[in-house]
């Protein structure tokens, strides 16, 4: 069967593919500058934003592949196959990008010289794995839903995004770190095209299964408070210390407008497009 050329995920695919960046083509020679200038208290709190984005990085890395052969066993989903290909690509150029950096601009090694930040978080550990992990035995649609929801959803669709902010909010201001503020925007453009897959694949299977509506609605339910309580770990390490003078409600606040904004546009209308 020709693939159509139409579909959101080949659209999406072709955006991509118009869009790629080299991470190893970014200057970070002033990174490392301004990372020494910082206060340590301020470098803590930017390593832990490094380091869980290169920790969730690599997990999707590794645990989106069952998603892909889900898809592969239902035949006729070529050009979703297809768009997951190029996301896998993406996934593994963010890994790069972020193992980079560290590499660059930290004076010493990570886990030797500079103390390995602690976890934040199930996410990666074992939510996102046992979801993914689940569709080797069961690629139904409602475990694709499953999967859908806590990567493309709540991973990318909103614990990502806080991300995004915090780094923002942390380097914006004082136009530092200029690498890392550059990759980030490269890695937010990407997930944004995985974020608008993620919404159209959730709408499709709702639009094929009308059924899936409830396990949605169930499965983001079920990762509310996990999702919203993530600021917590962000912030938890910091005692009174407000890094960059950021405090944590208008981030908890964000979460919770990016967890029902995540609702609203995978069901309003049930159209089969992001």
């Not at 999406?12 to 960046?21: I, S, V």
């Not at 004082?174 to 709408?203: K, N, V």
């Not at 407008?257 to 992001?274: C, F, K, P, Q, T």
Request: proline share 6%.
């Amino acid at each position: 069967m020709p693939i159509d050329f139409s579909t959101l995920p080949l659209r999406e695919l072709r955006k991509g593919r118009g869009l790629a960046w080299d991470p190893h083509a970014i200057d970070l020679a002033k990174d490392r500058e301004d990372w020494i200038a910082l206060d340590p208290v301020s470098q803590v709190f930017l390593l832990r934003q490094v380091v869980g984005f290169l920790i969730g990085e690599r997990g999707v890395t590794h645990d989106l592949a069952p998603l892909q052969q889900a898809l592969r066993r239902e035949k006729g989903r070529m050009e979703e196959e297809m768009y997951l290909t190029q996301q896998l690509y993406e996934e593994s150029t963010h890994v790069e990008f972020f193992q980079r950096w560290m590499n660059e601009v930290l004076p010493g090694k990570l886990g030797t010289d500079i103390p390995f930040p602690p976890g934040q978080g199930r996410f990666f550990t074992e939510i996102l794995p046992a979801a993914m992990n689940a569709l080797a035995e069961d690629p139904s649609p409602e475990a694709q839903m499953r999967a859908a929801v806590t990567y493309h959803q709540i991973i990318e669709g909103v614990l990502a995004e806080i991300g995004y902010a915090i780094f923002y909010a942390c380097l914006d201001k004082d136009g530092i770190l200029p690498g890392l503020r550059q990759g980030i925007r490269f890695i937010q453009q990407d997930e944004s095209r995985h974020i608008a897959f993620g919404t159209y694949l959730a709408q499709r299977l709702i639009h094929e299964h009308p059924e899936l509506e409830a396990v949605f609605e169930r499965e983001m339910e079920a990762l509310r408070e996990e999702t919203v309580g993530s600021t917590d770990g962000f912030f938890s390490h910091c005692d009174d210390a407000e890094p960059f003078g950021l405090k944590q409600a208008p981030f908890r606040k964000l979460a919770e407008d990016l967890y029902r904004r995540r609702i609203r546009s995978v069901l309003r209308g049930g159209l089969v497009e992001a």
